[in-house]
């Protein structure tokens, strides 16, 4: 079965320190990869897809950085932390077929003071 | 932009009683579409999918319809339980199935 492992699940940042997110997906081989952001109370926000190794799309500008080094590795980066950037940061995977369900993580709640 | 959003942001519903969660999506050219429940500090979980297709799809207690003339969605959830309760997001998939777009989402609040 497959299975998908995000952390840290809790992380408290002061402003203009680096972040590093990591997932990592378990019983699948090239999985398409997501992260998104979910501010308190609201929708879920696409950052950064991936379909392959190496291949990163950015939804949104903003000050962080997805890379995906190994098939089944997706991390979400920042080198100088806003803000604005708390939130909960959902990873996802799904398999690379025309059904659309996402697979996500148990998410990772970031909260920079 | 294109954007798929919801209708009420919250809904209070008595234990037992049918509950439809409504969705709009704005973009003609998707053509699958998937409700998902989040419960508190969790990720979401898949409920239930529909393709373009199609108009109606049954799950156990759950069914979704979809009205692509008015682009509209729902999700009806039959005797609705205290396990219910959680926030509930429609969305849509774009760009050649990479790509899912959520709605704001609908908090479902379920009394005894």
């Known amino acids: 079965s497959q299975t998908i492992h995000q952390w840290p699940a809790t992380l408290v940042q002061p402003v203009g320190s680096p972040l590093s997110l990591e997932c990592t997906v378990e019983g699948t081989s090239n999985p398409n990869l997501y992260w998104y952001r979910q501010a308190a109370g609201r929708g879920l926000q696409l950052l950064f897809y991936?379909?392959?190794?190496?291949?990163i799309s950015s939804e949104v500008p903003q000050n962080l950085s997805a890379s995906r080094p190994q098939d089944r590795q997706f991390i979400l980066s920042s080198k100088k932390l806003l803000l604005s950037d708390s939130g909960f940061y959902l990873c996802a995977w799904k398999r690379t077929t025309n059904t659309g369900e996402l697979f996500f993580g148990e998410g990772s709640r970031l909260t920079v003071l | 932009g294109e954007s798929v959003g919801l209708h009420l942001p919250t809904l209070s519903v008595q234990e037992g009683d049918n509950s439809i969660i409504n969705c709009a999506y704005s973009?003609?050219?998707?053509?699958?579409f998937i409700w998902y429940k989040q419960e508190s500090g969790k990720g979401p979980q898949f409920i239930i999918d529909i393709r373009s297709n199609m108009d109606k799809r049954q799950g156990q207690r759950v069914t979704v319809l979809l009205n692509k003339t008015v682009k509209h969605l729902s999700l009806q959830i039959a005797a609705t339980q205290p396990g219910d309760s959680a926030v509930y997001f429609c969305?849509?998939?774009?760009?050649?199935?990479?790509?899912?777009?959520f709605g704001a989402g609908t908090r479902l609040a379920v009394h005894p």
């Open positions: 991936s379909v392959g190794i190496g291949q």
């Open positions: 973009n003609s050219a998707s053509d699958y």
């Open positions: 969305a849509e998939n774009r760009g050649g199935y990479n790509k899912l777009i």
